[in-house]
């Protein structure tokens, strides 16, 4: 791990220098403090680089919905699981453009467009690269998750002036293979490196909540902190339990527990943007409103994730109001 060592500000910068399994354990550390010094400590770091009243919002849209090859045990979209969800063909650019325009008029600074591919093929960057020009062209940021690229899928994606590439981690390495099987971690890091050497911004996360231990989820963030440079967007999901998906039925994580993940992101990765993903129709107002306070600045908008739920527009107009948060943009 070498970022931590150019990490001012982080409270466990004096482990820099030593090795990985004692980053490990001072991350581990973190998540033990009592709630209210990991927080306080947490907060402190957000103030130092950010607006603690300012939130980030991405709204999503599926462009390709369902029938994916691969075996995610999280994912409703999955082909291997028998869920509800209706596989459709990739949609019309003018639909795209036609939701980009909805999320911008609701106040969104970034749409990100999902398709439930193991990895595009060229023929269908094509189509995913109009699209990315016409939602340019309404002054949204643009941001895209396809699966794994190849080195020259990502350049082509840079050329067409996409600004993000979304590709997660997911989990700790030493609990990937319990969750996927059908492509190993490396595969994720070699797309993660295809997408930085090509110059566009990395929004790269994971989820919790999926039967993993609080040391497995120190050991998400520790990869994520140790990617060089740091994500810009670091997406922290909170597992939405779908119908026929092996995960479903799994015990659910406590909030506070998820709001310790944030706390800790934050920490570890003082620069990103660390997004309130999915799981928030899960959380309360109240769990909502320390996420933000932990250093949560980014959100979902929109009602909708890619299949499932997302608070609608006016419930988190209503939140922002009553927590006095405003919009900002990237
Ligand atoms: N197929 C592409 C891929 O896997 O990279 C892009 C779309 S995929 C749905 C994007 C991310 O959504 C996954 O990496 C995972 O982190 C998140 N995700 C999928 N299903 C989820 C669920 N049920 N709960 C929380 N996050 C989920
Ligand atoms: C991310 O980290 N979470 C988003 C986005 N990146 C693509 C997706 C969440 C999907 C939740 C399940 C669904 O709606 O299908
Ligand atoms: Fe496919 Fe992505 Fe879902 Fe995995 S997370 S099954 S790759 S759509």
Same mark, same amino acid.
């Given at each position: ?67 994916? %090859? ?11 699981? %028998?869920?509800? &969800? ?15 325009? #909805? ?69 700790? %390495? ?56 740091? %994500?810009?967007? &670091? ?30 992101? #934050? ?64």
């Amino acid at each position: 791990m070498t970022q931590l060592v150019d990490n001012p500000v982080s409270s466990i910068g004096h482990v820099a220098s030593q090795n990985k399994i004692q980053e490990r354990l001072a991350i581990e550390a973190l998540f033990e403090l009592p709630f209210n010094d990991l927080l306080f400590q947490a907060h402190t770091v957000h103030r130092q680089h950010f607006d603690a009243n300012g939130v980030q919002l991405s709204t999503l849209l599926s462009i390709k919905t369902g029938g994916c %090859p691969e075996d995610c045990g999280y994912c409703p979209q999955s082909i291997r699981h %028998p869920t509800q &969800v209706a596989n459709s063909a990739i949609l019309s650019v003018e639909a795209v453009r036609e939701a980009a325009q #909805r999320a911008k008029n609701a106040g969104a600074s970034r749409f990100c467009m999902g398709a439930a591919w193991r990895s595009p093929k060229d023929k269908d960057l094509d189509q995913v690269i109009d699209m990315i020009i016409e939602v340019q062209r309404l002054g949204l940021e643009t941001c895209a998750t396809l699966g794994m690229l190849k080195p020259h899928q990502a350049e082509k994606l840079k050329a067409a002036g996409l600004d993000y590439y979304n590709h997660n981690i997911d989990s700790a %390495p030493e609990f990937y293979e319990e969750i996927i099987k059908t492509r190993d971690y490396q595969d994720r890091i070699d797309t993660l490196q295809a997408v930085r050497h090509a110059g566009l911004h990395v929004c790269c996360g994971g989820i919790v909540g999926m039967g993993e231990t609080r040391a497995m989820r120190a050991g998400l963030l520790h990869e994520l902190a140790s990617l060089t440079p740091q %994500p810009e967007s &670091v997406p922290i999901n909170l597992l939405v339990q779908v119908e026929g998906t092996p995960l479903h039925g799994i015990e659910e994580l406590d909030p506070f527990e998820f709001i310790r993940t944030i706390a800790v992101a #934050r920490i570890l990765m003082p620069h990103s943007r660390v997004r309130l993903s999915a799981g928030r129709e899960q959380l309360s107002d109240a769990h909502q409103a320390l996420c933000f306070f932990a250093g949560a600045n980014s959100i979902f908008y929109g009602e909708k994730l890619l299949t499932t739920g997302n608070p609608d527009v006016l419930r988190d107009q209503e939140l922002f109001a009553r927590l006095g948060l405003h919009a900002e943009n990237a």
